[in-house]
């Protein structure tokens, strides 16, 4: 969604505005505004594009201001065009960002249209700078008139505002999206995420929901959503500014894709040594929660759903029962929950809407319990379930998502390991799947070390217009989550079918101008998917394969890459780092742009 921040200092806070603004830039990125205070007044910039057009804009006005808010946005309410530009201001004395939707927000413009206020956007955002205009010409405590506000919004919201007779104060306040406090000396920050402001602090106060804080330079106060004052704990993240840099890759895609070694090493770091899962590492809490387990129910959204149907596949194959669903549509069903199921939610983030909202209605309807698989530890998501258990991925800025997808699949597995030892795992088979997950690092860098040979296929790939994607077994959400790379960054139709569902219905898409991709382990259903290509090639289709080097393939013009010593457990793992590779070849050689792809968001925290 957005990207919030904002600072109050004794110097000059624009090029930290901007500055940060970048560094969320995957956040929304279709325009893009900053709010200042300093004499004489509010001082105002706003520009349709990128961050950068901004920081023109900014450099040519020489704007200054010592407290200020920013914003970089994704479109929701309105078309991209400068007046739906945040900030959003009111009789030039409050300027206002927004992170959410506001669901009143029609009832709420027609009262204060009544009241006289002219609006100019067609947001939703520009209701709460005219709500706050008129409650603060009643009040002259700006915290408590944001709180007032805030009461009167129906929906989801991340607010900071800034008004011109509070000079020295930046007021903040969530319920439904993210919002941090960064704590400074003799200055404060706030962002909708740690890493606009970890080149300015590593102390932060992570709102919880209906939360409000006023920042001023000496200090941070916080209340509750009833005005009672509130203590929130300071953590110190363990996070650097270069964390979140490209370094030498051209894309930050890129360099995520590169990192998935490393962070995959980390996740399984402290969780399994000598053969042996550690159950212990993921708490106490967890293994008393999953004694109880009969049965468990996913929930997620685009790529994390792709982890969670992997995991389907090998939850009951471990004895399992598991049903996997989309979050969006969890919540408009009826749900008959079986006896002890666990409520397991996926999310890199821990700020997604929907699954956000699934979990809430989770709670209404008989789970055994709940657990999230999450990246970031102090998130929504987190704090509200049960237990937790944390990817270690490190930030992922890249908006089409690569390592966060493959460190989900291994907290999966270590999950399905926890389970399948209650259902009788022994302690040589379970020595057999953690050493293929120790083994994952080092087939990842072979496969990593075949991506210019992948560049190459690419290049007989980038000129076509559709694409399919077929599998098997648990290469089929393998073939979903390669289709899902493909279309977010480069922009070519593609879809993803069970091979074996080739001949009902997408066969007749089939001809030469229509490449399929696939997969091919060397697995038990190896023939089948063999057989389901060659239909693919009577028919004139172009293949794309990526197989074991043990795999003998009968068929005539066709491009294939080898893969060596991939184990079968792991190997849905293994198989998604080529078509990640070939997604952004495709996408290099198209001229998308990878990291921020058209109308694409990054952590989608509106439903």
């Not at 795999?551 to 198989?575: E, F, R």
């Amino acid at each position: 969604m957005c990207g919030i921040v904002g600072a109050i200092a004794p110097q000059n806070i624009v090029p930290f505005l901007l500055d940060g603004l970048q560094r969320l830039e995957y956040r929304g990125y279709d325009s893009a505004g900053i709010a200042v205070q300093d004499a004489p007044g509010l001082q105002r910039l706003r520009a349709v594009g990128k961050v950068m057009v901004l920081q023109a804009m900014a450099e040519q006005s020489g704007v200054q201001g010592r407290s200020g808010i920013a914003h970089t946005r994704w479109a929701t309410h309105g078309v991209p065009a400068e007046r739906n530009a945040h900030p959003h201001m009111s009789s030039d004395q409050v300027a206002v960002v927004h992170n959410g939707i506001i669901e009143n927000h029609a009832e709420l413009r027609t009262m204060l249209e009544s009241q006289g206020y002219v609006f100019d956007s067609e947001t939703d955002t520009e209701v709460i700078a005219h709500l706050l205009d008129a409650l603060l010409a009643q009040s002259d405590d700006l915290l408590e008139v944001v709180r007032q506000a805030c009461q009167r919004l129906v929906g989801a919201y991340a607010l900071a505002v800034i008004s011109l007779r509070h000079p020295g104060h930046l007021v903040v306040a969530r319920l439904g999206s993210p919002l941090v406090v960064g704590m400074g000396e003799g200055q404060n920050y706030m962002a909708s995420d740690v890493s606009a402001l970890l080149p300015v602090t590593r102390q932060f106060i992570f709102l919880e929901e209906g939360d409000l804080a006023d920042l001023t330079c000496a200090d941070v106060r916080v209340i509750d959503q009833n005005g009672a004052p509130v203590q929130r704990l300071i953590r110190k993240s363990e996070l650097s500014a270069s964390t979140v840099e490209k370094g030498p890759y051209q894309h930050y895609m890129l360099k995520e894709i590169f990192e998935q070694p490393a962070v995959i090493a980390e996740t399984l770091e402290g969780r399994v040594h000598d053969g042996r899962f550690l159950e212990n590492s993921f708490g106490h809490a967890a293994s008393g929660l999953l004694d109880q387990v009969k049965a468990v129910h996913i929930i997620a959204c685009g790529t994390s759903f792709h982890a969670g149907l992997v995991a389907k596949y090998w939850l009951e194959e471990a004895g399992v029962p598991c049903q996997v669903e989309v979050a969006s549509e969890y919540r408009y069903r009826k749900v008959v929950v079986s006896p002890n199921t666990l409520f397991v939610t996926i999310s890199q983030s821990g700020e997604t809407a929907d699954t956000l909202a699934a979990l809430q209605a989770a709670k209404q309807a008989g789970y055994l319990g709940s657990l999230a698989i999450c990246n970031v530890a102090e998130s929504s998501l987190v704090r509200e379930s049960d237990v937790a258990l944390m990817t270690r991925a490190g930030p992922e800025i890249g908006v089409a998502s690569t390592k966060a997808f493959t460190t989900q699949l291994v907290v999966l597995r270590l999950l399905t390991i926890a389970l399948a030892r209650r259902q009788g795992l022994t302690g040589e088979q379970e020595s057999l799947l953690v050493d293929e997950l120790q083994a994952l690092p080092r087939q990842i860098e072979v496969v990593l070390g075949l991506s210019d040979q992948i560049a190459l296929m690419a290049n007989n790939f980038a000129h076509l217009n559709n694409a399919l994607f077929l599998g098997r077994g648990a290469f089929y959400p393998v073939a979903l989550e390669g289709a899902l790379k493909l279309k977010e960054i480069s922009y070519i139709h593609a879809e993803a079918y069970p091979a074996g569902e080739l001949k009902h219905g997408p066969l007749a898409l089939v001809d030469e101008n229509m490449p399929v991709v696939c997969a091919l382990p060397d697995d038990p259903l190896l023939s089948k998917v063999l057989s389901n290509l060659q239909e693919v090639r009577t028919r004139g289709g172009e293949l794309f394969l990526f197989s074991d080097h043990r795999v003998q393939i009968n068929l005539d013009k066709y491009q294939n890459l080898t893969l060596s010593d991939i184990y079968p457990g792991t190997a849905p793992i293994v198989y998604t780092i080529p078509l990640q590779l070939l997604a952004y070849h495709v996408a290099l050689l198209k001229g998308t742009d990878v990291d921020q792809p058209r109308n694409l968001a990054k952590s989608v925290t509106v439903e």
